[in-house]
């Protein structure tokens, strides 16, 4: 039975290796794909297996009309990595891929040896912010994508950013399907208080966020790290909410030290 989610899965599984390294899980961001990980597959996989999909309604996956919970792209996750035979492995998220990773701790947490939150935040939503959510949905099925991603590319990624960085954020944006993205709107709506599971966390955990970020501001990353015990908070200079992107030799290097660790630790 084929996977509901596409994916990239590429590497080395780490047999080869005297220490079999920990794979690697990327859950990409709203409203984007798992392109947005393309360095970091480039990076990371010629040592270690790394898996980015495509979340449901996003990129080459599948769409569900109406409302997705964090909690079905969370089962997901689950589903493709039981088919891929991926029993543990660090993963990581940015902005709502971050929320998902803390909705996938929640459930299967056993499973994951190290977690990565980037350019996000666990608190529940607003009444204000609800609203905001369920009128952006509505927009998005009556306009498309297209003047919301020129209207918030300057946010996504910082306005001094390369514009080869520029172009490719505002193509995943314009690509999406906006059923796709109405529905994971509605779904994060009415996600769940995930500071409760923060303070769970037993495994490495990394914190990363771009100095510039005013979706999830570097305090949001402060207040993550000082609830996960043992966590490391990396703050990315001249970048906004895409670090990944923006700033990819630093967030790869910290990435990468973090890996490290985590495969010493396995």
Not at 36 to 42: D, E, H, I, V
Not at 44 to 73: C, E, K, M, N, Q
Not at 246 to 251: D, G, I, S
């Amino acid at each position: 039975m084929s996977p509901f989610l596409a994916y990239e899965d590429k590497g080395d599984p780490g047999v080869s290796s005297r220490v079999p390294l920990v794979p690697l899980v990327l859950v990409h961001g709203h409203p984007f794909d798992r392109t947005m990980w393309a360095p970091q597959l480039a990076a990371f996989s010629g040592r270690r297996r790394v898996i980015a999909p495509d979340l449901r309604g996003y990129g080459a996956s599948p769409v569900t009309p109406g409302t997705v919970p964090l909690a079905r792209h969370a089962q997901d996750i689950e589903e493709l990595l039981d088919f891929l035979s991926v029993d543990s492995f660090v993963l990581a998220g940015l902005s709502m891929g971050g929320q998902i990773a803390m909705e996938c701790y929640d459930r299967f947490g056993d499973r994951v040896r190290g977690l990565v939150l980037a350019d996000t935040f666990p608190d529940p939503e607003t009444p204000e912010g609800r609203l905001a959510r369920r009128a952006m949905a509505d927009r998005l099925l009556a306009e498309g994508l297209a003047g919301y991603a020129d209207e918030v590319l300057d946010k996504m990624v910082a306005p001094y950013a390369d514009p080869e960085v520029k172009a490719h954020v505002h193509r995943m944006m314009t690509a999406t399907s906006p059923e796709g993205a109405a529905a994971s709107l509605r779904g994060r709506a009415e996600r769940p208080d995930y500071r409760p599971v923060l303070a769970k966390v037993t495994v490495p955990a990394l914190v990363v966020v771009g100095a510039d970020d005013t979706y999830t501001p570097v305090a949001d990353a402060e207040a993550m790290h000082a609830a996960i015990p043992g966590s490391v908070l990396h703050v990315v200079e001249r970048a906004a909410h895409m670090p990944n992107l923006e700033r990819t030799a630093e967030f790869n290097g910290a990435l990468e030290e973090f890996l490290t660790e985590v495969d010493s630790r396995s």
